[in-house]
């Protein structure tokens, strides 16, 4: 009869683990695989990630975050950039640099390369900018304005394959 016992207590914890899983699977995490090169050398094309969907629920993007959102030209479509700028902030991109309130920002994340210049854009209300790491290969906020916020699934929140590439995003 004690084996029953234990038998019955493993299958409750079971169904609780399997039950718990598919809960956060369905409203907090979201699986996504790295389709393209434009957040090189960040997020490389094959990379997997998990994304926080619930990250935003009771705060902001901020400067720094790399984010998932629909393409605002297809939202059938998924696209992964960094935030740049937040609503209220103006961004410019001159000199292969990004200034942000007229201060330059550190972007030690960035993959080096020429990029085109951006005029001085303040960001409107509900907005965020977003470029991609790798400048050079990257559609984003340059070519199709400001990203609204209700356009975001969620932010990144590490790579958990490959497993030589696994790490956080803070």
């Not at 809960?23 to 995490?29: E, G, I, K």
């Not at 297809?74 to 937040?86: G, H, L, N, Q």
């Not at 410019?92 to 200034?99: A, D, F, P, R, S």
């Amino acid at each position: 009869m004690r084996n029953k016992t234990k038998i019955g207590w493993l299958i409750w914890v079971i169904a609780a683990v399997v039950i718990c899983a598919a809960l956060l699977r369905l409203f907090v995490l979201q699986p996504y695989t790295i389709s393209s090169n434009s957040m090189e050398p960040t997020l490389l094309p094959g990379d997997r990630i998990l994304v926080n969907r619930f990250a935003y629920q009771y705060g902001a993007p901020a400067r720094g975050d790399i984010v998932v959102f629909a393409y605002p030209k297809d939202t059938s479509r998924t696209f992964v950039k960094r935030v740049i700028a937040v609503e209220g902030e103006t961004v410019e991109l001159k000199g292969n640099q990004v200034y942000v309130n007229g201060s330059l920002i550190q972007e030690p994340y960035l993959k080096q390369g020429d990029h085109s210049p951006f005029e001085p854009e303040t960001i409107p209300a509900e907005n965020i900018f977003v470029l991609g790491d790798n400048r050079r290969e990257s559609g984003d906020s340059r070519e199709w304005g400001v990203l609204p916020k209700s356009y975001i699934i969620g932010k990144a929140w590490f790579v958990y394959s490959p497993l030589q590439r696994f790490k956080f995003f803070w």
